[in-house]
Structures are given as structure tokens and as C-alpha cells.
T-cell receptor
């Protein structure tokens, strides 16, 4: 099973809403990531969790709040987003313990902020 | 600063032709170089990857060529098909981190029937 599952696939939210994106993997990977991708651009790293601890936060605004409840799950809590936050949000995972390990991506959540 | 430079930005190839996408990097601490294929509205999917101690790797119609001294690597798609039309990203992984990936800017490939 080389699958990373993200829910929901699509999300429309208002600027005052609170919502969460979810990600799950059962490959035993110990690194999990959130990326943001705008149209025709490469994925931009937001957060990295390594062994369930936040190891990288790429200066992401506090309206995005990641959470790693266990080694298989990763959440991204959203609050008071702006229309410019509309994008494809990608979750990925990798073994994370050594080099030469590929990252597997989920299908993404298409987020629209209205 | 873009850690991995990718070219061309877009590419149009006839069916059956060879598609070539190039990437270059400066940081010698990179030690793993994957290529990802992404279709519209989908997440990137790993296509093929190479380590710098290998100069070429082939999987089916996809080949990575790696030039360590020039710090360049390229993806060759042989016998390109319309189904290969997608955006391709090269990436590089920092040594001993296992989790710091840097992506190129992407190439939009269109294969004309």
C-alpha cells in the first residue's frame, strides 16, 4: 500500500470558518508533510513532521495550524483564511529516516476561500 | 533563491518523439533526485529517481541522465504519448535529512497526436 489519503477532496469555506484537512498513510513512514500548490507552480513546503514532532515550519501564517495525532495521521487546521489561501493542499509522507527515500503524495484537497 | 532550476517551462512534442527536461542544482549536499509527474487536479506521482553515484537510470520509456560534475540531471521520455501530457517536476533531497525536498519550477509537457 503506497497510498496517502486526503480528505476532503474539495472544500469551500468562508473567511470566518474553521475547518480541518486530514491526511492518512499506512506505510510506516515517519515523516509527513503539508505542501501548498498554486496553479502552474511547484508545491511549496509548509510543514514537516518527523517522528510526530514538528521539525520544519516554513514561516507559515498562524491561521494554518498543523497537528500530528499519531504516526499515521496528519491534520491541518484552518481558521480565518484569506481568499489568497485558495490552493491545492497536498499531504505527503516519506520514510524520513535516511536519504534516498521518495515522498508519496496524496491527491490533495482543493480549497476555495470565499 | 530557487535551489533547483528547471527548464524548459513548457514543451510541445509530437507523438513518438523524445521529450527532454533539464534540471540544475548548486548545493552538493543534495543526494537524491526524484522526478514527479502531475496531472491537473491530482497530486504529484513519483516517476523515477536517481542517486548521484549513478549516471543513468532507465525505467520503461523514462530515463534519467545524471552529470554529477556539472550538477545537472535530465529526464528523457522516449516514444512520447499523448497520455504523457502533464506537468513534470524535478526535485532534490538534502543528504542525511530524509525529508527536505526542493522542487524545480515545473515543465508543462504537451504531446500532440
Amino acid at each position: 500500500d503506497t497510498e496517502v489519503t486526503q480528505t476532503p477532496k474539495h472544500l469551500v469555506m468562508g473567511m470566518t470558518n474553521k475547518k480541518s484537512l486530514k491526511c492518512e498513510q499506512h506505510m510506516g513512514h515517519r515523516a509527513m508533510y503539508w505542501y501548498k500548490q498554486k496553479a502552474k507552480k511547484p508545491p511549496e513546503l509548509m510543514f514537516v513532521y518527523s517522528y510526530e514532532k514538528l521539525s520544519i515550519n516554513e514561516s507559515v501564517p498562524s491561521r494554518f495550524s498543523p497537528e500530528c495525532p499519531n504516526s499515521s495521521l496528519l491534520n491541518l487546521h484552518l481558521h480565518a483564511l484569506q481568499p489568497e489561501d485558495s490552493a491545492l493542499y497536498l499531504c505527503a509522507s516519506s520514510q524520513g529516516t535516511q536519504s534516498g527515500t521518495e515522498a508519496f503524495f496524496g491527491q490533495g484537497t482543493r480549497l476555495t476561500v470565499v | 533563491q530557487q535551489q533547483v532550476k528547471q527548464s524548459p517551462q513548457s514543451l510541445i512534442v509530437q507523438k513518438g518523439g523524445i521529450s527532454i527536461i533539464n534540471c540544475a542544482y548548486e548545493n552538493t549536499a543534495f543526494d537524491y533526485f526524484p522526478w514527479y509527474q502531475q496531472f491537473p487536479g491530482k497530486g504529484p506521482a513519483l516517476l523515477i529517481a536517481i542517486r548521484p553515484d549513478v549516471s543513468e537510470k532507465k525505467e520503461g520509456r523514462f530515463t534519467i541522465s545524471f552529470n554529477k560534475s556539472a550538477k545537472q540531471f535530465s529526464l528523457h521520455i522516449m516514444d512520447s504519448q499523448p497520455g504523457d501530457s502533464a506537468t513534470y517536476f524535478c526535485a532534490a533531497l538534502l543528504k542525511n535529512t530524509g525529508n527536505q525536498f526542493y522542487f524545480g519550477t515545473g515543465t508543462s509537457l504537451t504531446v500532440i497526436p
